[in-house]
C-alpha cells in the first residue's frame, strides 16, 4: 500500500522509558512550545508514562502472595498516589511503592529465561542481564529486535498508530538518562521498520554527554538514527524543520492490517551470526562529524503541556517541571561534567522571570513547581523572593549567598520554596577546596540552619570516594552531616565514578565502569587507596548506621526520591 505524504515537516516527540513517570518531561513540553510558537507542526507523546501504566495493569504469572497482593491492591496505590493519601502516612507510603515495584519486578519479561526474560523492571529503569545501555551494539541490537523490549512491546500498538495513521515526517527520541537509552534505540528501530521513510532524531542530555566525548559520533550511535542533535534542541530542531521534504509515495508496513493490540506481535528472527536480522539491519554506519550545535535563546523558549495527561503523573497534584536557564552558571566543580562539557550559561533574563512563570501558573495551576536548573542563580533565587510565583516550589541551589542571610530564608519560605537541593560533596574542608567547591563548610552550617528555622526543606547531596578524599576526610563528613542532622530533611549518598573527560582520567590507572563504547565514567586506582569497596564498606559500617544519620537516610521516599520529597514536608507557618 503507499500513501502521499504531506510535504508540510511534522515532529513526532517522544519520552521513552523508563523515568520517574512524576510529571510531565520539560524538554518536550519547552520543544513542543517553542517549535510551535515558531510555526511548526509537532505533536508530544509521553511513552513512559503510558509504557509504565500498561506495564503495571499487565497481566503477571507470579503466584507468591507478596505479588498477589501487589496485583490486588495496585489501582488503588496509583489512586492513592494522585490524591496524596498516601503522603500522610510514610509507612504506607513505602508499602504501596513496594507492592508496585514488586508487581513490575515479578512481570514474565523478567521471571522467564533468556532470550524471553531478564529484564529488571522497576518505576525509575528497566535493566537487562545481558544488553548495556552503555553499548551501541546492544543499543543496534535492540533496534533490530525492538519487541523484546518489554515497555517497548506495550507500546507497538500505540506507536504504530500515531506513525501511520498521522502524517508525521520526523521521530525525535529525546534521551536524557541512561535508563531511557535501550528503550529509545528499540523505539528507533520500531519506527524505522514502521515507517522506512521517517526522519530519526536522537537528542537530549544523555546524547549530549555522549557527543561530547569526541569530535565525531560513535559510529553504533549514528545509525541508529538521521540526526544526532547535542544541547537543548531548539534551534537544531527548528533548522531541521524548516524545509519540508520532496512529495512522495511512500510504502507503509503492514498498514492494511493494523495489529490486534490483544495478541503478541511476532518478532523478527535473528538471521545472522551476530544477531541482527538481515531485513532490519541498520545501513552500514557512515558517522560524520556532528555539525556545532545552533545556538539556543532561552528567551525564545516557550512550555505547552497541554497535550500531556496531567491527571495520570504519579504524584498528589500537578507537579511543572520548569528550566530557567540551560547549564550551571558556577561550571567550576572539580568532578562535574558540566565543568568538562563547557556548555555556555546560557539564563532566561531575570526580568523574563517572573512573567513566565505567571503564565504558567495562570495555565495549569499546578500544585507544585519543579526548578530544573543545575543550580537557581541568585540573582533569580532574589527575584522569587521578591515576586513569588504563587504556588510551592523546589530546586536546586548552592550553599552561597544570599542563604546565608536569615532573613533571606524566611523570605524564599513565604515565597513557596518548599525545599532547596543543596550539593555538599563533603564535610571536609580540604576536599572541598579540591574539588573547587567554592565552599565555606562554616557558611554551609549557617545556610542549614537558616533554612530549617524559615521552614524550608533540604535534601542534601553528599559523594564519597573522590580523589581528594580518604577515610578520615569521609569520617569528618560523617560527623558534620551528624552534627547537623536535626537541620537536614533528606540526604542523597552516591559513590564517586571518575568521568572520562576529567583531568585525572589521564594520570590515574583507570578502567571502565560499565561495558560497552558509550561509557561516561571510570573506575579508578584511588591515590590514597580509598577505593571502591572501602568507601561501600564505611558507608554500610559507619555512615549509615549512624544514630543520627539512619533516620534521614530512612526518610527518603523509595524510587522517587527528591522528586516526592517535598510532599512529606510541613509546609512552613504563615507568618
Ligand atoms: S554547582 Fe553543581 S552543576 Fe554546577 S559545576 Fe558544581 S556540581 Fe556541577
Redesign the pocket.
Known sequence: MTIAMSPAPRLLLVHPPVVRPCEPPAGLARLAGTLRAAGRQVEVWDANLEALLALLQAPSLATDTWTRRAGRDRDHHLAALRDGRLFAHPDTYRRAIGDLERWLARLPCATAPFPDGGWHLSLTDCTHDQWEPTSSHDLQRLAADPLAHPAVAVLQPALRNRLLEREITHLGLSVNYLSQALAAAALAGLARQLRPDLRIILGGGLITSWLARGTRPPAGLAALADHLLTGPGEAGLLALLAAPPAPASVPLASASQPPRPDVAQPRPAPTSADGLPQAARPAPPEPSPPAPAPVDDPTTWAYDFSDFPLDQYLSPGLVLPFSLAHG??????A?????FERQRYRPLPTALVGERLAALVNRYRPRLLHFLD??IHPAVLQELAAHPPGVPWYG?A?FAPPLDDPDFCRLLARAGCRMLQL?LESGDQAVLDELR?GLRLATAARILAHLHAAGIGTYVYLLFGTPAEDEEAARRTRDFVAAHAERISFLNVAIFNLPRQAPEAATLPTRPYTAGDLGLYLEFAHPRGWNRPQVRRFLEREFRRHPAIAPILRRDPPAFTSSHAPFFLVPPPRR
Do not use: H, M, N, V
Open positions: 550551571c552558571f558556577y561550571a567550576r566543580c568532578f562535574c561534567p558540566e565543568t543545575d543550580a536546586f548552592r550539593g567547591k
